[in-house]
Structures are given as C-alpha cells and as structure tokens.
C-alpha cells in the first residue's frame, strides 16, 4: 500500500491514511540497502563534462591568484602607514577649519537676531511704559476733578462752625403748605393761604364752597 492511493469502492471516491514512521524507528531495509543504478553516459559526453570542468578549475584557480596578488599588493608599508594617518589628520583639520568658519557666521548671525530681539522688547517695554503713564495720568486726572468737584460742594456741608446759621436760615424760609387738592384730571386747587398757621383759622364755609366747585368741575 502506498500513501494516497485511491480505490473506488461502492462507486466512493476514499483516498488511503499516510502512516508516519516514528523518530525512534531505524532506516528501512528498503532505503538502507537500496542500489542506485549508474547511469550511463555516453563516452563523448563524459569527455566534454571533464573538459568543461577542467576549465572550471582553471578559471576559479587564476581569480583566486589574482585576488590574492591583489590583497598582497594592498598591504600597507611602516611609510604608507604613516602617509594615511597623515591624511587623515590633514583631513580632520580641514573638517575643524570648515566647522569654525560655520561657527562663526552662525555666530553673527545668532547676534544679530539677539540684537533686534532686545530692541524689539526695548520697545515693547517703552509701549507698555507710556500705555502705564497714560492710565495713570487719566486716573490722576479723574481724582482731581473729583476732588475738585467735592471741594465746590464742601461750600454747603453742615460744620460745627456754620449748623447754627443753616438752622436759622431754614426756620426763616417759607413753609411748605399741603393744603391743596387734586381732581381726577391732575389738576391742583390750592387752600386760600399757603401758610398752614393761617389756614386753620379760615372760614371752614368758605372752603367747603370751594371743594364744592372743584368736585362740580
């Protein structure tokens, strides 16, 4: 039996199991002892497989000589030593001249921007200044005209000085008077006498004959 054989049965299409050998196992008889049958070439072709690598072997041979001529012929003498270390110094000065010249322009340059960036906050500084005395001065300004204004008002404060002439001088003004009534239109009637003092002793007729008018009216 041989892995995925395929039999028809009862017109089924069923392919056979593989069995895997275990690890443990030796080589088969089968394998172990098989013998491969030499092929047979003929005599022409074997002669040109031999001239075909015999030139295979010559060709590798001189490459491996010449790169080994060539590595040999590459070794560096106690001199040439000397020179590509020499070299490599030269080339590393060059390299520090060429960072310091770079150096020193980005230098310049990095001045001159430090420069119009501290003039630049010089002046924003002198903006924020003024800004400041201006806001100041106005300020100033609002509390000497309030000053101003409370010293003109000062002239009519009360003060232990002058309370007794404000007391004499509003006992001596004119009374204010309440007797007058109002209508349904707004429309004020004053008593005979605005003095309220007078007007209690007026004729209460006469008055009534008045109140009798203005709800007439």
């Excluded at 070439?41 to 031999?50: A, L, T, V, Y």
């Excluded at 070299?87 to 390299?95: I, P, R």
């Excluded at 980005?106 to 630049?120: D, G, H, Q, T, Y």
């Excluded at 001596?172 to 009637?189: M, T, V």
């Amino acid at each position: 039996m041989k892995a995925n054989d395929v039999y028809d049965l009862s017109g089924i299409q069923q392919s056979s199991l593989f069995y895997y050998k275990s690890m443990r196992l030796s080589i088969s008889d089968s394998i172990y002892f098989i013998i491969y049958v030499k092929p047979n070439i003929p005599i022409e072709e074997k002669e040109e497989i031999k001239r075909l690598y015999n030139n295979y072997r010559t060709y590798m041979k001189t490459v491996i000589n010449y790169l080994k001529e060539c590595h040999q012929s590459s070794e560096l003498s106690e001199e040439a030593i000397i020179k590509y270390e020499q070299s490599k110094e030269d080339a590393w000065q060059k390299c520090m001249e060429l960072n310091d010249e770079w150096n020193k322009s980005l230098a310049v340059e990095r001045e001159k921007r430090e420069i119009l960036a501290f003039e630049k906050q010089i002046e924003e500084a002198r903006l924020l200044m003024k800004e400041t005395d201006d806001f100041k001065r106005e300020k100033q300004e609002e509390i000497e005209k309030l000053i101003k204004e409370q010293k003109e008002l000062s002239s009519t404060f009360i003060t232990e000085e002058n309370i007794d002439a404000h007391i004499e001088d509003i006992l001596n003004k004119e009374p204010f008077s309440f007797n007058y009534a109002i209508d349904l239109k707004g429309k004020i009637y004053e008593g005979y006498n605005k003095n309220p003092s007078i007007d209690k002793f007026l004729d209460v007729k006469s008055s009534n004959k008045q109140v009798e008018e203005a709800v007439s009216v």
